[in-house]
């Protein structure tokens, strides 16, 4: 009898044993797979770092992502290559990017409280009218927008793109904060209106505030998406005065064969510096507006 218990007990010890194998097993493949994954991700910019440090006339000859020749002739001659110096162009960015960031926060969050909290007559089909507008892609609405701008002369100048950030143009926006104002006990703004406070004061004193998760993915998302945007920019900044990083960028190819690569990968480096700080600044609430917000 004892000696059947002894077999018995060694062989759940050796079941046991096998299933932490295969646990740990899996564990180390999974961050294997992982570990490998996020490399392949991160080569193309730690390719585009080695070749803005390297000479412009080994760029393509040496295959490896440590520099045999180290140089910082790149990032001078690019910064110094055009008429302005770049500068000009990450000024001009970030004017934009401000004003869509600050437009987009300032009307989405405003639309957003009036679907989340407010009635009135044919809420939900504008509500279902405002999400259908987040599937036009932009080359649908980007030719009325041209001749739109083109008839109150706005061509040339920053407005095209910042003016509709405080129109509520950007669906995806008003919906995730929505969402979000959703998730809010509606105690608070209630025992607000009771006491005798209007929506602006509940909206300013008691949903701004708890909404700052929200706020700030909307924040980081505005700032990425203008920051990168290159087709609109295109369109309606044709002064070369008035062209932003995405365009300025864009001069150093040339179909002749005449690109200065260095250059560009110097100046490419460049401009993610501010997409970089701006996410790590906001990052822990980047996380926590979309774990807590529309994305669930």
């Not at 405003?110 to 407010?118: K, S, V």
């Not at 945007?229 to 008035?242: R, V």
Request: hydrophobic share 55%.
């Amino acid at each position: 009898m004892t000696s059947e218990k002894n077999r018995t007990s060694d062989l759940n010890d050796t079941l046991l044993a096998r299933t932490l194998l295969a646990v740990r097993g899996k564990k180390l493949f999974t961050h294997a797979a992982l570990i490998l994954f996020g490399l392949a991700m991160l080569y193309p910019l730690l390719w585009m770092i080695s070749s803005a440090l390297k000479p412009e006339e080994v760029i393509f000859r040496e295959q490896g992502l440590i520099p045999t020749s180290f140089t910082l002739e790149n990032f001078s001659n690019g910064w110094n290559a055009m008429r302005h110096s770049f500068g000009h162009y990450f000024l001009n960015s970030a004017i934009i990017t401000a004003g869509a960031v600050v437009g987009n926060l300032f009307a989405c969050s405003l639309a957003a409280y009036a679907f989340a909290r407010l009635e009135f007559p044919l809420k939900r089909f504008w509500f279902a009218l405002m999400l259908g507008s987040i599937m036009l892609p932009l080359h649908v609405v980007i030719v009325p927008q041209y001749i739109l701008f083109s008839e109150i002369g706005w061509l040339n100048t920053f407005l095209p793109l910042i003016a509709p950030k405080f129109l509520a143009t950007d669906a995806f926006f008003i919906f995730l904060m929505v969402q979000f104002i959703r998730t809010l006990p509606r105690d608070l703004d209630e025992a607000a209106l009771i006491d005798g406070a209007g929506h602006w004061r509940v909206f300013s004193r008691i949903i701004i505030p708890l909404s700052m998760p929200a706020l700030a993915t909307t924040a980081i998302f505005t700032f990425i998406w203008t920051w990168n945007d290159f087709l609109s920019q295109l369109i309606f900044l044709t002064d070369p005065d008035m062209h932003t990083v995405p365009i300025a960028l864009r001069h150093f190819l040339d179909s002749t064969g005449e690109s200065s690569w260095g250059p560009m990968f110097a100046m490419s480096v460049l401009s993610l510096g501010p997409i970089f700080g701006f996410f790590l600044a906001g990052q822990k609430y980047l996380v926590r507006g979309i774990a807590t917000s529309g994305l669930k």
